[in-house]
């Protein structure tokens, strides 16, 4: 999860939690400049908040797991630090509506988490105020009036004893409520809630934005994770990232090509116990591409096909390439076993000259092409369940690393005699 490199509050001088020594920010106090008080809070709260966007738009850009609901939180916290220093505030309390899901936030005097429950019943009970505010100066009567009510038992089980609580909204859509508590009843005054009012649109519009900021930068992180996965992690990172038609030739590969024999024939346990064991078998080969320096590039059905030396750096791709399909091999025997099904691999590795580039429109993909392919493939496809068939080229790639024994002249579907070997079991 990404964290911000600086706390936000800290954007606009506001304290940050936890500090015992801290001093409220000095906003002109005073019941009579509640409204350009506020105003100026809000005015800051916007210029935060675009610096914030810029900061999680980079984090979610360089594919990180990016929180769109840090925005809003900040906002919260920096109105609620506000109003504490300007009215009674023990308790701040933020119910909203975010994408037709009801979040809440909420702060105690000492800045820790307070209950969310504190205004659950109020959107539950649809209350609006119409263009006003509710005061509520005396809660025990409340409470005596209204026994159902968990929000207000809440309140004072906590040593609350007035509230006052507003409704928000932004261009005719309800946001949600702003309700505020103090410990000492009648502890709210009709101008502090009517200059809460005068300025509950522009705090509105704040948040809403903030919303609308937190939905951006959270989408474009899913995408550039999304990306990600769809591309080697080297053009991942290229700015601006590559888009289709995007191509590179490499002189040199060695390519995988991985088939589960008598897989689609191993489904007594049904379709979906079938499809959990290649998933198995897939996240463990990838485990092993990883491992070995290999990138895999996909897999249709029950065949799986990745390629090493890719990036251009590496002479050892043909060792790499061979380490990866040994560990196929192990690694199939093993789930065969721990699920007691009939499935074996057969694998086909070939060096050679090959082009990689990405293709697709609105579903984009990373695939590779040329002679090292088809020579793996139909290396596999007249290969030996259990076993590794390697071309000429691969072979003596790692000649000395691995005990191969030769098969002569092998005749190929499509590309006629060539000579092949076996890894040896």
Known sequence: MHQLATPLLSLVGARPQGDANREEPDLGGGTGGLGVSFSRVLDEMMTAMGASFDELDHAAASGGAVRGSLVLDDMCERFALALRALIPADLVHFTLLVDDKTQRWGRDESGGDAPVELVEDVLARGEAHGDGARVMNDLEFQLATRPSSDGLRLMLALGMRSSLSVSLSHLGRPLGVLRVAARQAHAYTPDQAAQLVEVRDSLAAVLDRA?????????????????????????????????????????????????????????????????????????????????????????????????????????????????????????????????????????????????????????????????????????????????????????????????????????LSGVGAVRAWLLSA
């Open 211 to 411: 919303m609308w900021i937190g939905r951006v930068v959270e989408a474009r992180s899913q995408g550039e994770q999304v990306r990600r996965t769809l591309l080697p992690e080297r053009l991942a990172q290229l700015q601006p990232p590559p888009e289709a038609g995007f191509a590179s030739w490499h002189a040199a590969v060695s390519v995988v090509v991985a088939n589960l024999v008598d897989f689609s024939a191993a489904g007594g346990g049904g379709a979906w116990n079938l499809v959990g064991v290649l998933s198995e078998i897939f996240e463990r080969f990838d485990e092993a591409c990883a491992l070995n320096g290999v990138e895999r590039i996909k897999s249709v059905g029950d065949l799986y096909l990745a390629v090493a030396g890719l990036d251009g750096e590496s002479a050892d791709h043909a060792l790499r390439a061979v380490q990866a399909s040994r560990a196929m091999v192990e690694i199939v025997d093993q789930i065969a076993k721990k699920h007691q099904l009939p499935i074996r691999v057969q694998v086909g590795v070939a060096t050679g000259p090959g082009v990689s580039g990405i293709v697709g429109g609105r579903r984009i993909s990373f695939d590779v092409w040329g002679e090292a392919v088809s020579l793996a493939g139909k290396l596999e496809a007249h290969g030996i369940p259990g076993r590794v068939q390697l071309c000429e080229k691969t072979a003596r790639g790692i000649a000395g690393r691995f005990l191969m024994e030769s098969r002569g002249v092998v005749r």
